[in-house]
């Protein structure tokens, strides 16, 4: 929002949007980090959201982080870039459709065996999540930060 529309709603914020980073592009891009030291044992799914793949254009900066994680097991998310169905006001205006789109999240986060799904969006989260405890798909969604936070003690 602050990058985006403060400078058109706003103009005397301008220069202020220049120093707003979505967290993995600080992570990576200022900081110079990709191991954060973060140690997560678990099978885990990613979801790039539209939010961060078509506004903030964060590219691969998330995955480059998760593969850094210690005790990760990272499986490959098919049709990954295909949205959930959630998208703000969408979900409400198109309910069927979008009830659609996240069964096919679903299907495909299933079908990667993992115990995690992780986003960077809560609002994907919460959709996805929604429909994974609905079919008792035995998921977990959890916020990429949460994973980048872990640090669960490595086995000696």
């Not at 058109?8 to 990576?28: G, H, I």
Request: proline share 4%; glycine share 8%; charged share 20%.
């Amino acid at each position: 929002m602050i990058r985006d529309w403060h400078p058109r709603l706003a103009p005397r914020t301008a220069a202020l949007a220049s120093r707003v980073y979505e967290l993995t592009e600080f992570l990576v891009d200022v900081l110079g980090v990709t191991d954060v030291g973060a140690y997560y044992p678990h099978r885990v799914t990613y979801h790039p959201t539209c939010h961060s793949l078509r506004m903030l254009h964060v590219g691969d900066r998330p995955l480059r982080l998760l593969k850094e994680v210690r005790g990760i097991d990272l499986a490959d998310l098919p049709d990954a870039t295909q949205c959930c169905g959630f998208g703000g006001t969408f979900a409400l205006k198109n309910a069927d459709v979008s009830a659609a789109m996240c069964a096919d999240k679903v299907t495909a986060v299933r079908e990667t065996g993992a115990e995690t799904l992780c986003a960077a969006d809560n609002s994907c989260l919460m959709h996805i999540g929604g429909a994974l405890t609905r079919t008792r798909a035995g998921v977990r969604t959890v916020h990429l930060a949460e994973i980048l936070a872990s640090t669960e003690e490595e086995p000696a």
